[in-house]
């Protein structure tokens, strides 16, 4: 027997499954039967695929024994069953790279906690919640050697090779004393209706009863070995939407979610003609950890024919739904499929059509209050799919969100086509990457004084590459207003006009900043700021920005454009400043300050800092 030290990740959880979960603690007997379900789905692929490991007389069946003289709990399953590796790998450690995070997030509050187990895949721990021991006893389909794992949960686990006939795995749970409450059938049979019920597989109970026999002095009592099933073993998305009532959707989430939060929405559709599937799908109310992982795992599992196939499949939705969990069941695809096939199988690619849409759709519809929550956790995918998915990208633009320089809240281009200007059919927006410094930004002040709405669009890293790519909506053009003429109210003459009364200033101004500016001109776009910088629209550079970061290269510097307020008090007094030295200071700090109120820090900050301080002293 070999003595092993639990991974340093996995001595925190069991800590925390000990004390921090402890309310919740029946959650244990649903991850129990949900990974002994998950076995049986991978031998049954096998038992129909392979020559190998057919068996006319095999059906998968998941067993539940109540022994209350010995105080303890067992499940066991005909499943796949595991070998030392396996056991090492999913027992011993935790391979999902989460984990720590998982650790870190843990509140004390065990509802919460509880809804964390199922997305960071530790769901065999939450036995040590009721457990003084636990011996997993175990044999991988096709091998011969079986082997056993045993652990208190206190930092140690043993491994030894064991003898067992058949393929599967035995859980077998030395409960508590405190914890009797799990050897009483009705107990039992309660947690398993609650979130086992529609487990594709009969789940057995194996208890003892009292019976009476005889009567009156010949009466005797003796306990007697029963058996009964504990749940429906149907296949609920195999079941007609007019036989299931929304608990049952709601049960069958927390069964896939491995959680106890309700689902955002779902959709459940039958689709028959040239081909026939089943779909049941479910937006989460909260994002996955692993959201903006490259190694996400995917959460919808794919069946044929009521067998499943896999569950690791990146294919079988767009990657910007990668948050949505369900079930696809095809009658179509043969059972042998392979991964190969399942990329390019022309079956399964009018599946994913059929289901991106109707999940689109799903979400459209939400109601405000929901909308919001979505938006919340979603948004950010909902914008990489305009970029990925040209076939469903008016509908992505539907759902999407933006911050408003007008309105509270989140808006749609729905919204904001409601308030805009029917004739022009333009929709401005602005981008940064600070909320606040974009709303104080000196391009929206012509924006506020003539009460036109900007959208606000504060996450640079995806608006900048997603944005540009959208052009039109509903035929109304967007705009970037760091690269247009802002709205005023001065004809082409009166801004001529400006331009040459300010010429010399601005040819001084460019003279000192050299190479630091494209140019330097008067504007109408200001109100009460002195100056900012704009970028040229016109330069072959800017165009190519998104291309440049879509292929995760650096985007070239391309100066910018310097425009001064010539209403300005400070602007005009600069214009008639003799003193070189304090013109070349104002003329720098004009395009940093510029540059700040842009969220751009200066090239050079202790220059700036100096700047200001010598101004600021000879104004004192």
Not at 221 to 230: D, G, N
Not at 291 to 315: G, H, N, P
């Amino acid at each position: 027997m070999a003595k092993h030290q639990f991974q340093t990740e996995i001595g925190q959880l069991l800590k925390l499954m000990t004390y921090s979960l402890y309310s919740n603690k029946e959650i244990f007997i649903r991850e129990l039967i949900s990974n002994a379900s998950d076995a049986i789905d991978k031998f049954n692929y096998m038992q129909l695929t392979d020559e190998q490991f057919k068996s006319a007389n095999w059906n998968g069946k998941i067993n539940v024994n109540i022994d209350e003289a010995d105080g303890s709990l067992t499940i066991a399953d005909n499943g796949i069953g595991m070998n030392e590796e396996d056991l090492m790998a999913n027992l011993g450690t935790i391979a999902n790279s989460g984990t720590k995070k998982f650790v870190e997030q843990m509140t004390g509050d065990a509802k919460k906690d509880s809804n964390l187990i199922g997305q960071f895949g530790v769901g065999f721990y939450s036995v040590f919640m009721v457990s003084d021991k636990v011996d997993v006893i175990t044999k991988k389909a096709g091998e011969d050697q079986a082997y056993m794992f045993s652990s208190d949960g206190q930092g140690e686990f043993e491994l030894k090779p064991v003898t067992k006939e058949e393929h599967g795995t035995i859980v077998y749970i030395k409960l508590r004393e405190e914890e009797k409450e799990f050897l009483s059938k009705w107990r039992v049979q309660e947690v398993i209706k609650k979130y086992s019920n529609h487990i594709a597989y009969p789940i057995m109970m194996h208890f003892t009863k009292e019976e009476t026999e005889g009567e009156g002095d010949n009466k005797t009592t003796k306990k007697v070995k029963k058996t009964e099933q504990a749940n429906a073993a149907t296949a609920l998305w195999t079941l007609s939407k007019s036989e299931l009532k929304k608990e049952d959707y709601i049960e069958f989430y927390k069964t896939l979610s491995h959680g106890d939060d309700e689902p955002l929405t779902y959709l459940h559709n039958k689709v028959e003609g040239a081909q026939e599937f089943t779909t049941l799908f479910y937006i989460p109310k909260t994002a996955p950890f692993d959201l903006y992982r490259a190694d996400y795992q995917s959460s919808v599992k794919l069946y044929v024919k009521r067998v499943f196939i896999t569950d690791d499949d990146k294919e079988l939705l767009p990657t910007y739904l990668r948050f949505v969990k369900g079930i696809i069941d095809s009658e179509d695809l043969p059972l042998n499929v392979s991964r190969e096939i399942l990329q390019e199988n022309r079956i399964l690619a009018n599946i994913k059509q059929n289901s991106t849409k109707k999940i689109l759709q799903a979400i459209k519809k939400l109601k405000d209050e929901d909308m919001n929550l979505f938006t919340e956790q979603y948004n950010r995918v909902i914008k990489e799919g305009i970029f990925q998915d040209y076939t469903n990208k008016e509908l992505l633009l539907e759902i999407v969100r933006y911050k408003s320089s007008t309105q509270e809240g989140m808006v749609s281009l729905d919204d904001y086509i409601s308030r805009g200007d029917s004739e022009k059919k333009e929709i401005y927006y602005i981008i940064g990457e600070n909320e606040k410094v974009v709303r104080n930004s000196p391009l929206l002040e012509a924006y506020k004084k003539a009460e036109i709405e900007v959208l606000i669009l504060d996450d640079k890293e995806i608006d900048e590459i997603v944005t540009p790519s959208i052009a039109t909506f509903k035929e109304w053009t967007l705009k970037d207003i760091t690269t247009m003429d802002a709205p005023d109210s001065k004809t082409a003459e009166e801004k001529e006009e400006i331009s040459k009364e300010f010429k010399s200033l601005t040819d001084r101004i460019k003279a000192v900043l050299g190479e630091e500016v494209k140019a330097v001109k008067t504007t109408a776009r200001l109100t009460t700021s002195p100056s900012c910088v704009v970028k040229d629209s016109s330069d072959p550079m800017a165009g190519m920005a998104h291309m440049f970061m879509q292929m995760g290269q650096a985007m070239p510097e391309i100066p910018l454009i310097l425009e001064i307020n010539p209403d300005h008090e400070m602007v005009k007094k600069l214009d008639k400043l003799e003193d070189s030295s304090k013109f070349e200071d104002m003329a720098w700090i004009l395009l940093d300050s510029a540059k700040l109120a842009e969220g751009i820090e200066p090239k050079d900050k202790f220059a700036f800092a100096s700047r200001i301080a010598n101004i600021a002293t000879q104004a004192l």
